[in-house]
């Protein structure tokens, strides 16, 4: 099962269950490409030439021509799921509540997220972030570093339902 797409610079890239990567010139024919990793791959970001995908036991992998990747210390076991750029850097979500920031995808900081929840996607829609997770989870910031729950009515009734993707657009 693939779980995360990215495009640009000419490529498009897929990336899944058990590390499974895979590359294509024109979204037709695609290449698997194995970068040593056996663990599920759950969210990518593509920013100009620099692309980062997230995974299981913290896994976070960079590559700047989509065929070969550098694994990065993301100091953290726990799992990520998402992960998006804005704002001068980049996002990575994950569990318990887990969110990392990062100027360069390289060197990464925890935030405090204030919940426990699974966060499993994040965005930066030019002026604020959104983080969005299990039970009803829905956490924003301005910075990507200081977070709130958002409080709602609506959110309220949802503590059952996950959510499982954000986009603004």
Request: negative net charge.
């Amino acid at each position: 099962r693939l779980e995360a797409t990215a495009s640009g610079a000419g490529l498009f890239v897929a990336a899944g269950e058990n590390g499974t990567t895979l590359t294509s010139p024109d979204g037709q024919v695609w290449t698997k490409r194995n970068f040593g990793v056996t663990h599920d791959l759950d969210g990518m970001t593509r920013v100009g030439e620099l692309l980062v995908i997230v995974g299981k036991h913290g896994t976070i992998l960079t590559s700047s021509n989509g065929s070969a990747f550098a694994a990065q210390a993301s100091n953290t076991t726990n799992d990520l799921h998402g992960v998006a750029w804005g704002n001068g850097q980049f996002v990575a979500v994950g569990e318990p509540g887990v969110i990392l920031t990062s100027p360069d995808a390289i060197s990464w900081t925890a935030q405090e997220s204030g919940i426990r929840n699974s966060l499993k996607s994040v965005m930066h829609d030019g002026r604020q972030w959104l983080a969005v997770g299990t039970k009803g989870a829905l956490l924003h910031s301005i910075d990507g570093q200081r977070w709130a729950k958002v409080i709602s009515p609506t959110l309220n009734n949802m503590t059952g339902i996950d959510l499982n993707g954000i986009a603004y657009g």
